[in-house]
Every structure is written in C-alpha cells, then in structure tokens.
C-alpha cells in the first residue's frame, strides 16, 4: 500500500489518468524534479494503481556505479520477457542477446536493439496492459536511454504507458524528443506542515520552524531531518546547512546505531554495480573475515535503509546509498572493492572497474584492464564508456610515455563524440615531448580540429599539406589524407569568408596541391586503425566529425 502525499493531488490526478488511458493510446511522461522531491513516491502511486487495474508492470532504476556498463539498464528492464525473445525475428533476437554478451559476440546494431525491445514490450501489452517505470533515469547507461528514447515515440499504437523519473540537472538523451514532463517543485507551507507533523518525532515550536526552513518544502528532508534531530542530544546548533550536506548527513547519523558488520554489508551494497546480495554478502564477509548472514541486514530493513526483493537489495533512496559511501573511511572503501573485484572474477569489466576504485595510486595492471574495457565498450557501441575507462587508464599509468599515449586515444574517442570542451582538456594534460613522431601528428591533427573554424587562410592551407605530406613519407597514409581533406575544407572556409577567392598564386597552387594529394591518398586507402570500426550510435549521429580521426 502507498503512503498517503501532502500536497501532491494535482500530480497525482496527472499520473492516474495517464495510467486508465494506456488501453486507448499508450504515451510516456517524464517526471522531473530535485534529489528527495517525491518522484519515487509518484512513480510507486501509478505502480499501484497499474496493479489495481489488473496491468502488467516493469521497473527498472539507473544506479551511478552501473552508468559504464552497457545495456546494464535495458537488461534489468526487459529481463523478465527474456523468455520470449525466441519470438523475435532472428536478426532482432541476435542483435538483442549480442547487446547483452549472450550472443557470438558481434558489434550491437543500435536500431535492431530498439526494435527488438519494442517488440517484446509489444507482445507483453498484448496480454494486459503495461506500465514501465524508469527511476533515476539520469544514472542509466547511455545505450539503454537511446533504446528508451525510440521506443516511447512510438507508444501511441501499443497499451503501453511509461513513466520516467529524472534528478533535476541532469541531461538526458530524452530531453530534445519532446515528451510531456511534470516538473515536481517543492511542498507548499501548508503541505510542508502537515508531512512534517505527521512524522512520529515530535519536535519544539523553535525546531520545528527550523526544520521547515532547511527542508525548503523538500519531503525527503521533511522525512529525514526529524529522525537525525531526534537522535541529538540537545537541540541543534550552529548555522545553516546546504539541504543536501544536511540530508546526507542525517542518513550517515543513522548508520551509527548499527554493527560494523552491518554496515560493511551496506557499504558493499553501496559500491557493488548491481543488486544481487549474494555479491554483497560475499565481498563483506572477506572484509570481516566472518561469514554474513541475511539477518546482519535486518537493522538496516528496520531502519528503512534498504528493502529486499528476493535476492536483490534496494537502497530507499539514491541519498542513502551516497551517504553510506561517503561516510565510510577510505581504506573501507578501499578494501571493499578489492573484494568485489574478486567477487567479479568472470566479469572482466567489472573486476577491472573495482580494482581501479580501490587504488589511489599508478597500477600498469590495472590500468591495462581498463584499456581492454574501453576497447570492448567502444565495440559494444559505448563510446562515452570507452572515454571514461581509457581516461582512467591513464591516469592510472605508472609511466608517463604510456599515459601520454592513453591521453591521446582518449582525446580522439572524444572528437568521435563531438565533446570538444573534453578534447581541449585531454590535448592541454598531453606533453608532446613523451609522444613519438606518429603520435605527435595525430595530436597535431586533433589540435587543427579543435580550432577548425579559425580563419588563417593559405596559411593555414599550407602548413596542412606539408603535413600531410610528411606524413605520406612516413608511410601514414591514412593519417595523410586527413591532413589533405582537413586542407581542402579550411580553403572553402576562407574563401566564403572572404567572399572571394584567395590570391590564385598563393590560393590556386595551394588548392592543386590539396586535390593532388587528396587523389594519391584516396588511392592509397587506410591504415589499420588502432581501434576496430564500430556502428554508427547516437553518440555519433549526435556530432559526426567530418573527418575521422586515425589511430
């Protein structure tokens, strides 16, 4: 049964008639609003109004420590419709499994994906209708929201209804599509008093002001701060607090009634990047070097920490996990992903993930397993995935020639992605001096990218083609014929720019020597690339460069 909201009936209504219309006309709705506002409590409102209707449900919650997985999201979806994927058209089952490592392990086709996710939600409505519920949707990986995005512009045909909660601050794929959003804003005063006054601890007429002027009409804080300030021996003290150290806070206090071991339970929980307890119970009890039982979480069930779904642990709130994480001292933390990276022994990505959360100092081992991960996230189609893992990677290097290197690839994966803010802080880290003769020209390359719309006319021309051709010589041939066709498009900017052609003894003969070089490269074809092609993804549709970058 849901709790009763305060304040919250227009919303409500809103959420309830798009929940008694999907046997009409499927839509989506994202609901949006700061961290603790009540989206959770709204989403849990349509889910038991869904399940009073007779309607089929399914959940998912992106979680920060799954964002570099990808396809993580779109499993915990649709895994429970798994078993119909043998429905599916051959090409829509394989691209689907391949997405989530069950299949011959080719590279993901994005629309093939989308597609055989909208089928199987599709084959679930047409028994009852359903309700998908997304929360946390800004923590989801990158993948998965793309999937999201092509499925809810074309709900109106389908019973289904989909309703997504994001944090406020955060972009999403989603938001240029134009979906309907309701915007949670804070509790007004009068329905800020009557949350407050229903909490069991009962406060002075003094603190009770207080808490209603840090909360801020925040319902989580309304919730919470009462229980810390109960827990206080004397009333509280010294100046304002931001809201969110506050709330943090009042959940770290709570964690002090309970045992250690429950709380190293916690903490894995917290910094595993997935739900299952087994994995939890198995990396705390290595810290404890005691064996943990699912009574050493009853505390914290109690406390209304966490909840438990079968097997799998839910924190209450994406705060709570924060705080638990936060709270607990750096060589807890340490120690613990060190036994969730033994945990994840067969999951290489995983293993590699945690073993680099444990470390506050260079590892070439581990930065080599990063490597590998951004090189098969950049095969599944995850290139901001591959950004983050090689950028680790370097910094991870225990020789500064390896992390000039891992700063470079990591700039050319972000040109493929459009991110130049990225592309300038990654070349601005890179010292050319530790790089040899090939690398420096492709870092030379990526920095006449950077600032391909500055206008130095011929010169600029110029200084192209003799690269390009000293690159020819060097047997770089790929590489070359960047440098020839980046030549020839700063020679059409100049000249709309201008209005006019370029002087033709400066211009003319620098424009034959960019098509000349340009037809002798086309024929000369490409290098093997330092990283396997991959399929076109939003990511790439989003900034495609006009040239691509060689490896």
């Known amino acids: 049964m849901v709790m009763a ?81 043998a429905e599916l058209p051959v090409a829509q089952r394989e691209a689907l499994l391949n997405a989530f490592g069950m299949g011959d392990g080719q590279a993901p086709q994005p629309f093939l994906i989308a597609l055989a996710v909208l089928n199987l939600l599709g084959e ?15 923590w989801l ?34 938001d240029d599509i134009g979906l309907p959003e309701l915007s949670l804003g804070t509790l007004d005063p009068s329905a800020a008093g009557e949350l407050l006054d229903s909490q069991p601890a009962k406060l002075s007429a003094g603190v ?12 989580l804080a309304l919730v919470e701060l009462p229980i810390a300030l109960d827990r206080e021996p ?20 709570r964690l002090a009634e309970l045992s250690r071991r429950t709380r190293m339970l916690l903490l894995a929980c917290a910094a595993n990047d997935g739900h299952d307890l087994r994995e939890a119970l198995t990396a705390a009890g290595t810290v404890t070097g005691t064996e943990l039982l699912l009574a ?5 069930v109690d406390l209304g920490l966490v909840t438990l779904h079968e097997r799998s642990i839910r924190f209450r709130h994406p705060l709570v996990r924060s705080a638990i994480y936060q709270k607990a001292g750096l060589l ?22 945690h073993r680099a959360a444990a470390l506050d100092h260079p590892d070439d081992s581990v930065a080599a397993d990063l490597e590998q991960v951004a090189l098969r996230a950049r095969q599944r189609g995850a290139l901001t995935v591959a950004v983050t893992a090689l950028r680790r990677a370097a910094e991870l290097s225990e020789h500064v ?67 390009a051709e000293e690159r020819e010589r060097a047997g770089d041939r790929a590489l070359a014929r960047n440098f020839v066709r980046a030549a020839a498009m700063s020679l059409l900017v100049a000249r709309s720019r201008c209005g006019a052609s370029p002087p033709r003894h400066r211009a003319g003969r620098t424009a034959g020597r960019a098509r000349r070089r340009s037809r002798v490269a086309g024929r000369a074809g490409h290098t093997a690339p330092r990283w396997p092609a991959r399929p076109a993804t939003r990511d790439r549709r989003r900034a495609r460069p006009a040239v691509r970058p060689a490896r």
Request: net charge negative; aromatic share 4%.
């Open 296 to 300: 050493d979480l009853a505390p914290a």
């Open 5 to 85: 909201l305060f304040g919250r009936e227009r919303e409500i209504a809103q959420v309830e008639s798009l929940v008694a219309q999907i046997p009409e006309q499927g839509d989506a709705l994202v609901i949006r609003g700061e961290a603790g506002i009540g989206k959770s409590a709204l989403l849990a409102v349509a889910l038991d109004r869904a399940r009073a209707l007779g309607f089929a449900t399914a959940v998912a919650s992106g979680v920060q420590s799954e964002t570099h997985l990808p396809f993580a999201g779109l499993h915990q979806l649709i895994q429970p419709m798994l078993e119909t994927a």
């Open 124 to 138: 679930a409505a047409a028994a009852e209708p359903l309700l998908v519920v997304v929360e946390d949707l800004q």
């Open 141 to 174: 990986d990158r993948p998965t929201t793309d999937v999201l995005a092509f499925v809810t512009r074309r709900l109106r045909s389908e019973p289904i209804g989909m309703l997504l909660a994001v944090r406020e601050g955060y972009a999403t794929t989603l």
């Open 234 to 253: 004397g009333p509280p003290s010294g100046e304002f607090l931001p809201l969110t150290a506050r709330l943090e806070r009042s959940f770290a206090t």
């Open 401 to 467: 020639a390896d992390r000039a290197m891992r700063l470079l690839r990591t700039a050319e994966l972000a040109f493929e992605l459009g991110r130049g803010e990225l592309i300038t802080e990654l070349l601005a880290l890179t010292d050319p001096a530790l790089l040899g003769e090939p690398e420096r020209a492709r870092l030379a390359w990526l920095n006449e990218m950077r600032e391909e719309g500055r206008n130095e006319g011929p010169q600029r021309v110029r200084r192209l083609i003799v690269t």
């Open 208 to 219: 009770r002001w207080r808490v209603l002027a840090e909360a801020a009409g925040n319902p």
């Open 332 to 353: 807890d933390r340490q120690v613990i992903h060190l036994a969730l990276a033994d945990v994840h022994t067969p999951d290489p990505d995983r293993r590699a993930w």
